[in-house]
């Protein structure tokens, strides 16, 4: 035989094996599994340079292994006492974003844009407005009041207007202060 024929040959030879390997025993039965977790986790005493033959390792244990009456069905049964919920954010979230907000005030519970002034008092020494919840409750609000869902406050108060200094995060991630005017009449402010 040539040299050149003799890798195209050897092959040849070897996919023939391989295929009359793998249909050999495609009809036989798959045995049972033997034994159990215990036995198939424990350690083989023996010489570290020679591997293990396959009589001298254990089998794995099938999930459909016969349970002993009064056992549990899995060595290790999953108990979820304790742990955190892998579904909820790590971080817990407070104030106004944790959910329904029900311990927050009213003025804490909207977004300011759902708020309406009403009407702006003054005063000799002192500015007061006051402002109705989308509910229709209405609130009393001074400079330094904390309003809105974005941990707004009062800034000031002037003739017609309330300005709210937000701190909100912007697209990049940062917390950046913004302010929202409440108008008394929103019809003619001009953005």
């Not at 579904?87 to 300011?112: K, T």
């Not at 917390?175 to 409440?182: P, S």
């Amino acid at each position: 035989m040539s040299r050149a024929r003799t890798p195209m040959m050897f092959r040849a030879l070897l996919t023939a094996g391989c295929l009359l390997a793998a249909t050999a025993h495609a009809g036989d039965p798959i045995p049972a599994p033997q034994g159990t977790l215990a036995d198939a986790l424990a350690v083989q005493p023996g010489p570290r340079d020679m591997a293990p033959t396959p009589a001298a390792m254990p089998r794995p244990v099938a999930a459909t292994a016969p349970v002993a009456e009064g056992a549990a069905p899995y060595p290790y049964p999953y108990q979820a006492h304790g742990v955190r919920d892998p579904f909820l954010p790590p971080v817990e979230v407070r104030g106004s974003q944790a959910g329904d907000g029900a311990n927050l005030p009213d003025l804490e519970r909207y977004p300011l844009g759902d708020f309406k002034l009403i009407g702006i008092v003054w005063s000799s020494n002192a500015k007061a407005a006051m402002v109705s919840t989308p509910d229709g409750k209405g609130f009393t609000v001074r400079a330094g009041t904390r309003i809105g869902d974005s941990n707004g406050t009062v800034r000031r108060i002037t003739q017609d207007a309330v300005i709210v200094e937000e701190l909100r995060t912007d697209v990049f991630g940062e917390r950046k202060k913004f302010e929202t005017v409440l108008a008394l009449r929103p019809e003619e402010v001009i953005p």
